[in-house]
C-alpha cells in the first residue's frame, strides 16, 4: 500500500484523514509535533513525532517511508492567537511549511495536498466567494496561508511540485463511528464550545458579537461537515495521481449559518438550550465568509453528503458522549 505522509495526523482534520486515506486503500503516516495533537487520535497507521521546522527528522522520515505523496494539515489554526502572537503564524506555519515541502522536493515526493482557508480571502460583503475572488487575509492567520500557497507555486514552476490547494470553510462534526473528533485545549471553536457548555464542562459561550451587518446580528460562516471536507482530499490525492496538474479549490456548501442560528440547531439536537452570553466582536472576525463549490463539483466531483448543520452537531454530540483524547 503506498504510504501518504500526513502532517497535523494527529489533530483534527487530519486524524479524519488518515481513516479516508487508510479506508481508500493508503497508509497513513502521521506525522505530527503534538503541541495541539493527540497521540490518541493516531489510530490508523504509523506515528511519526516531529517538528515541521526539523528538516534532519524529515528528512529521515521521508527516507524510511517513501511516501507518494504529502497531506499538510499541520499548522496553528486560531484567528484569536494569530492577531495577538503573529510571530508564532509566521515562523510555524511559513517556516515550517517552507522546511517540509523543500524536504518534500528533495525527497521526490512531488505530489502535495494543502489545507489553506478561507480565511486567505479576508473581507468582501455579501458575496458568495470563488476560487478567484482576491485574497485579502485580514489576520496572520490568513496571511500565512496565503504565503504557503504563494511558496507552493514557486516551487512549483522551481521543481515541478504539484499541488491541489482547499481552501477550507468552518469545518464541524465528526467521525459518525465516533473513533476520531474535534479536541482542541483550549478550545476555540464553535461547535465543540456550545457542546461542552451544553454538558456544564464550561462556563456559558459568549457569542461574539451581535452588531455585524447581519439578519440577525451575529457573523455567517459556512460550515462543512469533516467527512466531507476528507473526502474531497481523497479525491485532490487522485487528481493529483491522475496527473491533472496543480489547481485551488474551496470547500463550502454555499449555504452559511449565523452563530445564533447554529446556537438554535443545537438546541433543537440536543435538546438542550445553549447556555450563552453575548459578549464583544472579536479581533480579526470577518461579517460573512460563505462559497460555492461549484469548481470541487464539476471539476472533482465533491458532493458533500453530511454537510447538514443537524448531522454535523449530531455527529459532535455522539463522539463528546465517548470522551476525550489524553496525551
Ligand atoms: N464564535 C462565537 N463564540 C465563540 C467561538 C466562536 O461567537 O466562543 C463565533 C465566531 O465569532 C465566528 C463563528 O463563531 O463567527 C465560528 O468561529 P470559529 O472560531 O469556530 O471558527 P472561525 O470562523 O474562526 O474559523
Request: overall charge negative; proline content about 4%; glycine content about 10%.
Amino acid at each position: 500500500m503506498a504510504n501518504v505522509l500526513v502532517t497535523g495526523g494527529a489533530g483534527y482534520i487530519g486524524s479524519h484523514a488518515c481513516k479516508a486515506l487508510k479506508q481508500a486503500g493508503y497508509t497513513p503516516v502521521t506525522y505530527d509535533n503534538l503541541v495541539t495533537g493527540w497521540q490518541d487520535a493516531v489510530k490508523f497507521g504509523p506515528f511519526e513525532q516531529g517538528d515541521l521546522t526539523d528538516r534532519g527528522r524529515l528528512d529521515e522520515v521521508f527516507a524510511q517511508y517513501k511516501p507518494v505523496a504529502v497531506m499538510h494539515f499541520a499548522a496553528l489554526s486560531q484567528v484569536g492567537e494569530a492577531m495577538s502572537e503573529p510571530g508564532r503564524y509566521w515562523a510555524n506555519n511559513v517556516g515550517g511549511s517552507l522546511c517540509l515541502i523543500e524536504a518534500a522536493v528533495a525527497a521526490g515526493c512531488l505530489d502535495f495536498v494543502f489545507s489553506s482557508t478561507c480565511a486567505t480571502y479576508g473581507e468582501h460583503d455579501n458575496v458568495v466567494l470563488d476560487e478567484n475572488t482576491p485574497q485579502q487575509p485580514l489576520n496572520a492567520y490568513g496571511a500565512s496561508k496565503r504565503a504557503v500557497e504563494d511558496i507552493l507555486k514557486d516551487f512549483e514552476a522551481a521543481h515541478g511540485l504539484r499541488s491541489v490547494i482547499f481552501r477550507y470553510f468552518n469545518v464541524a462534526g465528526a467521525d459518525p463511528e465516533a473513533e476520531v473528533g474535534e479536541f482542541h485545549q483550549p478550545e476555540t471553536h464553535l461547535v465543540p464550545l456550545m457542546i461542552q457548555a451544553i454538558k456544564g464542562e464550561r462556563a456559558a459561550l459568549t457569542v461574539f458579537g451581535t452588531d455585524y451587518d447581519t439578519p440577525d446580528g451575529t457573523c455567517i460562516r459556512d460550515y462543512v461537515h469533516v467527512c466531507d471536507l476528507v473526502d474531497a482530499h481523497i479525491l485532490g490525492l487522485k487528481w493529483l495521481e491522475d496527473g491533472k496538474g496543480s489547481r485551488v479549490f474551496n470547500l463550502g456548501t454555499g449555504t452559511g449559518f449565523s452563530v445564533k442560528e447554529v446556537l438554535s440547531h443545537s438546541h433543537a439536537v440536543t435538546n438542550t438550550e445553549v447556555p450563552h452570553v453575548i459578549g464583544p466582536r472579536r479581533a480579526g472576525d470577518c461579517t460573512k465568509l460563505v462559497s460555492g463549490s461549484v469548481r470541487a463539483g464539476e471539476e472533482l466531483g465533491w458532493e458533500p453528503k453530511r454537510s447538514t448543520m443537524d448531522q454535523m452537531i449530531s455527529d459532535a454530540w455522539r463522539w463528546h458522549q465517548s470522551g476525550y483524547y489524553e496525551r
